[in-house]
Nanobody, 124 residues
């Protein structure tokens, strides 16, 4: 099991940037693919971005493509989500998740370990 802790959320004006971090413990993150998901009030949790175990490929939701960048630093056992050009509709609780191979990277069921989330609020 991987324990995940997110940080870096906060309040930002539209057009601003934030970088979320996801620090793992208990297992080596390099063995896991990592995903970021988000949940806005009253809505289902949705896929944001994912990265393969060794960073060989990244995947993004259409709504964030070109604005968000996912990365991993396996030496630090930490994943990141750089969020630029933020919009009010990006406001949500952001969760990082880890999973072994198998399943679709955009599918929440493909991830077995989750962080507790960090709030991102973007004002207009």
């Amino acid at each position: 099991q991987v324990q995940l802790v997110e940080s870096g959320g906060g309040f930002v004006q539209a057009g601003g940037s934030l970088r979320l971090s996801c620090t793992a413990s208990g297992r080596t993150l390099s063995n896991y693919r990592m995903g970021w998901f988000r949940q806005a009030p009253g809505q289902d949790r949705e896929f944001v971005a994912a990265i393969r175990q060794f960073g060989s490929a990244q995947y993004y939701a259409d709504s964030v493509k070109g604005r968000f960048t996912i990365s991993k630093d396996n030496a630090k056992n930490t994943g990141y989500l750089q969020m630029n050009s933020l919009k009010p509709e990006d406001t949500a609780v952001y969760y990082c998740a880890a999973g072994l191979s198998g399943g679709a990277v955009r599918d929440q069921n493909a991830y077995h370990d989750w962080g507790q989330g960090t709030q991102v609020t973007v004002s207009s």
